[in-house]
């Protein structure tokens, strides 16, 4: 049986965005958009960045350099309540996750389709586009509708040193699912670019 015990505190983290998003949800005319790609590897809903917004920053000047809606890049600080979370750092969110991929292979196998795959993006050494992983935490999510976030560690970019279990751009990822998982927003201060 999953252990569905919410964690207890609140957590901070933050969002790389446009600076003008950031402005709107700042002077509060907006919240921020779940996102809904079939490559978010936390299913859909709104992403951060556990404790770390220097990476937050940098995921939004990447997309900058990429060409995509990044103009300014900024960086939006939120509390959030991570509530009943399907951790993946917990065992049994991880049994979880797993019963949902033979479900989701078994869907796919009935309709004669392919799995969907997870795969490098460009230059990358990482798997950036996240179509199976997406395609297995939403369907533990529609199986299990009553879970506020979804928590992950994510392994990525360079090793560190020479043999290192450690990669340079290594995080902790939260997807929010419902808006009101962020508590609050914040500004970030004394953070600009490298």
């Known amino acids: 049986m999953l252990n569905t015990i919410a964690l207890p505190s609140f957590v901070l983290a933050y969002h790389g965005c446009d600076r003008s998003v950031a402005e709107e949800v700042f002077s509060g005319g907006s919240d921020l958009r779940a996102s809904e790609n079939d490559y ?3 299913g859909h809903g709104i992403y951060f960045w ?3 917004p220097v990476r937050a920053l940098d995921w939004a000047a990447e997309l900058k350099r990429r060409g995509r809606e990044i103009k300014k890049p900024a960086v939006i600080g939120a509390i959030i309540d991570l509530g009943k979370c399907l951790n ?24 004669g389709r392919p799995l969907p795959e997870n795969r490098i993006a460009g230059d990358a050494a990482d798997f950036l586009l996240r179509r199976l992983d997406c395609a297995v935490i939403n369907r533990a999510l529609e199986l299990n509708p009553d879970f506020d976030t979804v928590r992950a560690v994510f392994t990525e970019g360079q090793r560190i040193y020479p043999g290192a279990g450690f990669h340079e751009k290594s995080h902790i990822q939260i997807c929010a699912r419902r808006l009101d998982s962020i508590v609050a927003y914040f500004r970030v201060r004394g953070l600009a670019l490298k």
Do not use: R, T
Request: aromatic letters at 14%; one cysteine or more; a negative charge.
């Open 88 to 111: 993946l750092l917990d065992s049994s969110c991880i049994e979880l996750v797993k019963e949902a991929y033979f479900g989701v292979e078994s869907i796919f196998n009935e309709s």
């Open 40 to 42: 978010d590897w936390l």
């Open 50 to 52: 556990e404790h770390n």
